[in-house]
């Protein structure tokens, strides 16, 4: 449970950076990548893909990468700009987007901030509990026979 507040607290104060910020920096991401980022800090040796896009300071590029990487049963729904703010809204994949609890929508004045505050939104929800999926659990069908001889 204290691992889980740490996780949490650490998501929220990442989210706030991102919101105050004005546009990416290689602090900000390197932030990103550890604290939002359980999947790729857990492959034994950095990815060459994440190291070049962050030399390049191909921010949006590598926001769609990471919520591909670390949500696969996310995808995004929706990158659009009105009134000069880009919203972002992710939603896990093939579900109705008609529930709250299906998207994680985050706006900022640059696209690639609101790429990256989708994704830590997405995340936060996952270490506040049970998240939205499209991944069945594989059922054992063997009870349902058994109970079918013991009628007979």
Do not use: Y
């Amino acid at each position: 449970m204290w691992l889980q507040r740490n996780q949490e607290r650490d998501l929220r104060s990442l989210l706030s950076r991102i919101e105050a910020a004005s546009e990416p920096t290689s602090a900000l991401v390197g932030e990103l990548l550890h604290r939002a980022c359980p999947r790729l800090q857990g492959t034994p040796r950095p990815n060459e893909l994440v190291q070049r896009l962050v030399e390049a300071e191909a921010w949006v590029d590598l926001g769609f990468w990471l919520i591909g990487w670390e949500l696969p049963d996310w995808v995004i729904h929706r990158l659009s700009c009105d009134d000069q703010r880009w919203n972002c809204a992710i939603c896990v994949r093939g579900l109705a987007i008609n529930w709250i609890e299906d998207v994680a929508e985050f706006q900022h004045d640059h696209p690639a901030l609101a790429i990256f505050g989708a994704l830590v939104l997405a995340q936060l929800r996952k270490v506040q509990g049970p998240t939205p999926s499209n991944v069945t659990p594989f059922r054992r069908t063997a009870a349902r026979h058994v109970s079918r001889d013991a009628e007979r």
